[in-house]
């Protein structure tokens, strides 16, 4: 299991709940002396045009600030794929997040979608066929399930009002997909009991992390990545991180 972070990634670039003061640390204290750390590059401006529209791109770049940073998660989910690719698991340590990114317009917190940058870019270089994305996040996904709309690759956001009918539909999920070359998940924590959503323990994204571990064993030669979206509770999102990681190693 290797972390994907790059220091820059504490630097608020925006007023946003995702963007605040204070909610990377936390994370980066219960990860750091467990795993290897690996610093990405930012993603080119090529590796957004997959993606995303030209406009989309130049709206963004008008904050260079935050076009910085929004280039440097998208790098990370890129890096974080990468080291799925040679045969290890990862996670990316990324922000801003990217799942309410579509092709030309973005909102919640979202500027570039970094799991789809990085899934279009192995497909690309013919390193993958297709995916299967788990976004557990308490938030529909909507950037990548309107990226991914009748393509290969696959989205699924489970919904559900307990946290038992919640881990059974990932399961049940798991069992009923197969084909595909790579599991990437978009790991929100904003459904933490003591977060937004007000339904998963701490356990809970153990569990998570250890069914998706265990799917991609099964499916796609354990090619696994995750990376950070939602989770806004700075008081317990590090231990949250932290057990979701452990369950995916
Ligand atoms: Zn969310």
């Known amino acids: 299991m290797k972390i994907v972070y790059h220091p820059r990634y504490t630097e608020v670039y925006a007023s946003d709940p995702a963007a605040s003061p204070g909610r990377i640390e936390p994370i980066l204290k219960e990860l750091e002396g467990k795993y290897d750390f690996v610093e990405p590059q930012a ?12 406009n989309h791109i130049e709206s963004i770049q008008r904050d260079k600030h935050l076009y910085e940073l929004a280039c440097l998660a998208a790098g990370g989910a ?17 922000r801003p997040p990217g799942h309410h990114a579509s092709p030309d317009h973005c909102w919640g917190f979202c500027y570039f979608n970094n799991i789809a940058v990085a899934l279009v870019k192995l497909q690309k270089e013919n390193l993958i066929e297709n ?28 919904e559900a009002n307990t946290r038992e009918k919640f881990l059974d539909q990932i399961a ?25 959503g ?36 700075h008081s317990v999102l590090g231990r949250n991180v932290r057990a979701f990681v452990e369950g995916l190693a």
């Open 172 to 196: 049940k999920k798991f069992d009923d997909e197969e084909n595909y070359s790579m599991l990437a998940i978009s790991a929100g924590f904003d459904r933490h009991i003591e977060d937004w």
């Open 131 to 158: 995916a299967l994305i788990l976004d557990f996040d308490l938030h529909f996904g909507d950037g990548s399930h309107n990226i991914f709309e009748s393509t290969k690759v696959r989205y699924f956001h489970p």
């Open 78 to 94: 890129i890096k974080a794929a990468q080291i799925a690719i040679d045969g290890e698991s990862s996670f990316g340590l990324i």
């Open 198 to 233: 007000g339904l998963l323990t701490t356990d809970d994204y153990r569990t998570i992390g250890r069914l998706s571990k265990e799917a991609a064993e099964k499916n796609c030669q354990g090619r696994r990545f995750a990376v950070l979206e939602g989770g806004y509770n």
């Open 43 to 54: 993603a080119s401006e090529d590796d957004l045009r997959r993606v995303h529209a030209a």
